[in-house]
């Protein structure tokens, strides 16, 4: 069992920057591939980036590319999620997620296994 605790959510204008963390309890963490998503209201849970268990592989949605930084300390158990050049449409619940299989980094919310319960993050535009 794995629980996850998110922490690093706010209020910030556009433009500005938010360093989310991930703070995961238990020894296998480190094998693990994990992810950030985001709900914003009225949408659906949509993926935002992962990194596979050794940071060898890294994903990003286009929507974030270029601007979010997605990176895992194992020694410390935590994944961050820098987050540069904000706008008002990333406005959203963050939300840490865990995948127990070694397999490649997927996508989908349904392929992880374990949620943490969130933080926001609002950007005023």
């Known amino acids: 069992q794995v629980q996850l605790v998110e922490s690093g959510g706010g209020l910030v204008q556009a433009g500005a920057s938010l360093r989310l963390s991930c703070a995961a309890s238990g020894r296998t963490f480190s094998s693990y591939t994990m992810g950030w998503f985001r709900q914003a209201p009225g949408k659906e849970r949509e993926f935002v980036a992962a990194?596979?268990?050794?940071?060898?592989?890294?994903a990003y949605s286009d929507s974030v590319k270029g601007r979010f930084t997605i990176s895992r300390d194992n020694a410390k158990n935590t994944v961050y999620l820098q987050m540069n050049s904000l706008k008002f449409e990333d406005t959203a619940v963050y939300y840490c997620?865990?995948?127990?299989?070694?397999?490649?980094?997927?996508?989908?919310?349904?392929?992880?296994?374990?949620w943490g319960q969130g933080t926001q993050v609002t950007v005023s535009s």
């Open positions: 990194i596979s268990w050794r940071g060898g592989s890294i």
């Open positions: 997620a865990a995948d127990r299989n070694l397999g490649g980094i997927l996508r989908s919310s349904d392929a992880y296994d374990y």
